[in-house]
């Protein structure tokens, strides 16, 4: 975990969620706090949000390069703050991560890839709770500037690693999602 940079990305506006979702409480600590918990081992901590927004002791926040236009243009921002080498990148709306999660996709990392992501119990990725290379820069760019959004487009499948097997993760987009 030391040789991963953790990069939590919170730039969101929760307007599914209707209030900051990030500071919305799951048993006694925000999600936020809860995200960077699992994050915690990494020697670079940042924070992709708005200046001033949130302070986590230990987490540098580092500010959008392209503000309000989604997770892709998240990754870029920690990419280009992050020292070379590979990122945990996490949304804030995870409470459910664990260090386990991310030490077994660092496991997984090889040689050729670019990109290490979990694949739900459907065989779908799970983009925002995955590592991906600063080596991806430039193309995470060139596709920010052709207008693309996806994150998913991120990495060259061929250069992703899926790990199928990890512990299902918990997804809050509405109040409802954090249970009764
Ligand atoms: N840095 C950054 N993060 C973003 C941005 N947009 C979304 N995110 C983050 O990406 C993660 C997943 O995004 P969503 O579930 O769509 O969150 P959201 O955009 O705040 O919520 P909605 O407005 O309901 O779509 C969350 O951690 C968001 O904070 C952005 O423009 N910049
Ligand atoms: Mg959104």
Redesign the pocket.
């Given at each position: 975990m030391q040789d991963l940079t953790a990069a939590v990305?919170?730039?969101?506006?929760?307007?599914?969620?209707g209030s900051d979702?990030?500071l919305a409480q799951v048993d006694g600590q925000t999600l936020l706090q809860r995200v960077c918990a699992s994050l915690q081992g990494c020697a670079v901590r940042l924070i992709?949000?708005p200046e001033g927004r949130y302070a986590v002791p230990g987490w540098q926040v580092v500010p959008?390069t392209r503000?309000?236009?989604?997770?892709l243009?998240?990754l870029e921002?920690a990419l280009r703050a992050a020292p070379p080498g590979w990122v945990a990148f996490a949304?804030?709306?995870l409470p459910d991560l664990t260090e386990a999660h991310w030490q077994a996709l660092w496991l997984a990392c090889t040689a050729e890839a670019r990109s290490v992501q979990a694949q739900d119990a459907q065989g779908r990725p799970q983009p925002?709770a995955a590592l991906y290379h600063t080596g991806l820069l430039p193309r995470v760019t060139a596709l920010l500037d052709s207008g693309e959004r996806r994150l998913r487009l991120a990495a060259p499948p061929e250069n992703t690693v899926l790990m199928p097997g990890l512990p299902p993760l918990r997804n809050v987009?509405t109040p409802a999602d954090l249970g009764p």
């Open positions: 990305t919170a730039g969101g506006r929760s307007s599914r969620f979702k990030a992709v949000a959008d503000p309000g236009q989604g997770p243009a998240g921002a949304g804030v709306d925002l987009n």
